[in-house]
């Protein structure tokens, strides 16, 4: 310590109160005024516990390109940075190197990154092969997730806040993983009370003839609130027009489209949900039929044609409902099946034009058929785009043409 | 600040009493000893980081002005907790006033920001692209058929003839991109030595006419065992979701990606134990792009005949026998073909032995010796269904094929 006072006092001269007075005030003003500094108390004299740091001042670390960490009050960062050179900046545990960030702004993680608020168990290296699992068909009335772990009955979604893995064996419950349409979901909001459960959005039920969106979303209210998610079937389709609808309903961030199904097939049987693969390619491919006599999936056009002029059949333009795919279909693959009525000289030709008649495409008159009163098929794929679908009959026929054209599978850009 | 006052009770000209010292002395420590002398009694900027005890005890928070921000030792997990209850933390480089951000965690939600690149997992797994390169160029590089024996895979790293998979935590570069059917496997399993090789899985047979799914599987042993190297395995096993376990067992939980199939053999009676050439494209469709005959449908047959019935195969998905369709479509391409007449190819419902799919091979009468219709259907992979070639009554060479197919599982 070198706190000094001045001492004008001595053996042989008198001792004076303003002597006294006078030590007194030079440690006053010291300690009161002046301040103690370090020179004034011994090394490690001071604990931290009794300092508070100053705002807006460099505490420095090294003399020569030497580190800082600064509070800057003005805009509240609380800033650790290299002065003039830039330098790594390592992070250790252990003494063993984890992260460190370069002198070009690169941030080096040794092992992965995982998202805390969120699953841990998926870090980012598995998010980076991660396949956003399908949908599959389990009855006319339930859908499941699939499975796109490693671990039986779990699904992994990665959600625009972070990923979310659900475990739930389906064989027992319909909760996250399986989404029964007779139920109403609960969960999606932060007002839901109770279980979660997948279903449907509440006020929307299934009409006939109509596609229905599946979400997944992640459960903000009741029992199961925080990391899990529901399957959500709702009827606004998800391009982007709509994302601040859905993001009413779910929260942004909140959900992620895992793709439709088809309530109707058209024709016969229109209310029930129709039977599909869904492809991580995007395709959702129709397996089950209306009623004897269909081909696969939705039919979109019955006519039967007696006229050599063309007849549109059908002009595909993208809705929600009806003989059409909805606006988040690219393309459109469908079948064309001609009948006739017992005789074997039917033929006519189809012919497939832009929304102004431009012919695209066209496949001339057939022969007759081959099988017992079976017809002859096309294969077509349009993009949504409001092309048309037309046929007429044969110059030559001796009878009508009855083409039906359905809708076999489409490309879903969304998926 | 703590205010030192001390007590002068003393009168000129009067000696002091010791009372009067003692007060003083009292008024003295008192302010040293009783805490009333804190750190504005120290002078700003006087004091030393030496002058303070060191190390900072368990548990202190080091803090700044308003207790914004701290920095603090917590023994009980323990952790070294830094922390700013207002504002961003940032790791910076600052010349004069300037601050430019390198790394920070931004106080509304907790995101760390990076400013350069991030490249993550540089212990494990290999290091040439970083995570933006993952993210931004990245894709599962496709298989390409080379001989009848091998495949190889399409490199699909910044750097040429260098094929890179990103396995569930690593990325790993494939180390032998040639994979023989004709050749077992190195390095997948255990007890494996020397170099890793690609190739057959431990213990599956080359058989003809069947499928294999190619599997990259992370070398776990032998020489090239330091984590960072993949190879091809050729396995009779498919990535079924029910057969994950099984996949998990031959290679390793976690330690496989599928990466396509192909198939060895053509089922033509002639060409049984070779692979059949293909093109894998990025939607994940397979094409076959050769086939038995000259003017018949490319790819593996499934049925065959030349005589006056129709032609019919009933589907089997599996991979027991030859005449299979793998089930990691979704649908399937199927050729059709008959000899200098016209016919219709079927996609019939066994049960109701009704047609779901119908396409026609065009043909005149008149030109019946020199036209021999090939056509192709996509159809849905569906068990209880028949691919049929309706012909009529004459005589003629007839055949179905696998042409192609969706691969549901890339």
Known sequence: ???????????????????????????????????????????????????????????????????????????????????????????????????????SANFKVKKDVFFYNRSTVYGLSYLIGYEKPVLVYLTSTTIQVEQNTNTAHRTLIVFPSGPIAVTEDISATHKFRKLVTSATANGYSTSHTGAADSGMKSGVTLTANTWYFVYAVIVRGGDDVGNNYIMVADSVNPTPGNWSTLDTSYGSGGWVYLGM??????????????????????WLTFTGRAASGNFFGIRVASTTISSTSYTTLETFTAANSGDAAPANVSIIKGTIRPVGDGDSDFHGAIRITDGSDVTLWELPSFGSNLSDNEAHGWEFKLPNVGLKLKGRRGVNASEDWDVTAYISAVLDEWV | ???????????????????????MRTDLLNFFNAASMNQNNIATGGMTYASLASPVANNVTIKWTSSHATIQYVSADPKLKIQNTQGDIIWAHRTGSTITEFLSLRSSD?????????????????QTVGLQWLLSRYRKPRLLYSTDDIITVESNGPNSDESLIMMRDRLCKIVDTTCSLAVDANGETSGDTGAAVSGRAAAIARTANRWYYIYAVRVQYGDDNGGTYAILVAHTTSPETSNIATLNTAFGTGEWVYMGVIRNGYNDGVNTNIIVPFVYDECGYLRFTQGTSAGQPAGVTM?????????????????????????????????????????????????????????????????????????????????????????????????????GLLDHYL
């Open chain 2, 110 to 126: 907790g995101a760390i920001e990076v400013w350069g690149q991030m490249t993550i997992n540089e212990s494990v797994g290999n």
């Open chain 2, 1 to 23: 600040m703590g205010t030192l006052a001390v007590t002068r009770a003393l009168v000129s000209n009067t000696n002091p009493t010791e009372a009067q010292f003692d007060t």
């Open chain 1, 1 to 103: 310590m070198s706190v000094t006072l001045t001492k004008n006092y001595g053996d042989l001269t008198l001792l004076f109160v303003s002597d006294i007075h006078g030590m007194w005030t030079e440690l006053e003003t010291k300690v009161n005024t002046t301040g103690l500094d370090s020179t004034d108390v011994a090394s490690g004299w001071a604990t931290w516990a009794m300092v508070t740091l100053e705002k807006d001042t460099d505490y420095t670390m090294g003399l020569t390109s030497s580190g800082i960490v600064r509070f800057y009050s003005t805009d509240n960062t609380f800033v650790f940075a290299h002065d003039t050179n830039a330098k790594i900046t390592y992070f250790k545990i252990n003494g063993t190197e984890v992260a460190q960030v370069d002198t």
């Open chain 2, 303 to 403: 049925a065959t005949a030349t005589d006056t019935s129709n032609l019919s195969y009933d589907l089997v998905i599996g991979n027991a026998a030859a005449a299979t369709i793998p089930p990691v479509a979704t649908r399937v391409i199927f050729g059709g073909h008959r000899e200098s007449h016209g016919f219709e190819l079927h996609y019939r419902e066994i049960a109701s032995l009704e047609n779901h799919f119908i396409t026609s091979g065009c043909y005149h009468v008149t030109e019946l010796s020199t036209l021999a219709p090939v056509v192709y259907m996509e159809v849905p992979l569906l068990s209880g269904y028949r691919v049929v070639v309706v012909i009529g009554n004459v005589s003629t060479t007839k055949r179905i094929t696998v042409f």
């Open chain 1, 261 to 282: 199904f088809r309530y109707g097939h058209g024709g016969a049987q229109t209310t029930t949900m129709v039977p599909f693969i869904q492809d991580h390619q995007g």
